[in-house]
């Protein structure tokens, strides 16, 4: 199989900055690690292709911005690119989304640990009617999803994973839709172990992408998109995911 080289920069030529943010709430993409310091999937991914391609440059996954807002500084152009965004008809129109994906979530549900519900498909759930509500995030396009697969009680109130985690404990919904990778750490990180579980059935897959800004140099764009592709040639991109899951 033939392996795509990287585009050797000039020797006097400076790498280009690619601003991006660290998106609140999206564990293990971007996850807190003490004060000024985040680690991470995305931050790991930034740094993996800037080996690959050293004329490009992340710049700004130390800064948190909340998720909406980083969705929105891209469409107008404040930023470069968002790291693993699922594709939507709107945001399809608002970004430049690089193939191939970067990797695939798996959306599952979470209970409180007492709850012997068994959950096999969605019918399962249609079944509970108000005694199955659904803690999503408002600004995630978990709402959008559900909607699409109908007859759910949905409540998308909540701003954070975090925030719907403690909902469940507290009892104000039946289940929290989240997505692997990084399920279990984040409930560990939570510590919220011993009072929640996950649901084994996986009830959603969906591929997420490098997403770039319509501004972004077509030849830039073309230099982060072969990167990536060589690291999923390289066998990186699933050792990433495995360490962050």
Not at 40 to 66: H, K, M, S, Y
Not at 172 to 185: C, E, I, S, V, W
Not at 192 to 207: E, G, H
Request: proline residues 7%; glycine residues 6%; hydrophobic residues 45%.
């Amino acid at each position: 199989m033939l392996l795509l080289a990287p585009i050797t920069p000039s020797a006097t030529a400076a790498p280009t900055p690619l601003r991006v943010v660290a998106q609140e709430g999206t564990e293990p993409k971007f996850i807190p690690a003490g004060i000024g310091r985040v680690v991470g999937l995305c931050v790991d991914l930034f740094r993996a292709i800037e080996r690959v391609e050293p004329n490009v440059v992340f710049v700004g996954d130390q800064q948190w911005l909340p998720l909406l807002r980083a969705h929105s500084e891209l469409a107008t152009h404040q930023h470069d690119a968002l790291c693993a965004v699922q594709r939507t008809d709107e945001r399809a129109r608002q970004y430049i989304f690089l193939d191939p994906p970067l990797f695939q979530l798996r959306y599952q549900l979470i209970a409180r640990a007492d709850d012997t519900v068994v959950i096999n498909n969605w019918d399962d759930v249609r079944k509970l009617g108000s005694k199955g509500v659904i803690l999503t995030n408002r600004g995630y396009v978990t709402p959008e999803m559900l909607e699409r697969i109908g007859g759910l009680q949905v409540d998308p109130s909540a701003t954070s994973p975090a925030m719907n985690l403690q909902k469940l404990i507290a009892g104000r919904g039946r289940f929290f839709l989240h997505r692997a990778p990084g399920m279990q750490g984040f409930v560990e990180r939570a510590g919220a172990s011993q009072r929640v579980k996950i649901l084994p059935t996986v009830l959603i897959t969906t591929d997420v992408y490098m997403a770039m800004g319509t501004h972004v140099d077509p030849a830039v764009r073309l230099r982060v998109q072969r990167a990536i592709e060589q690291l999923e040639k390289s066998g990186e991109m699933t050792r990433l995911l495995k360490k962050w899951d």
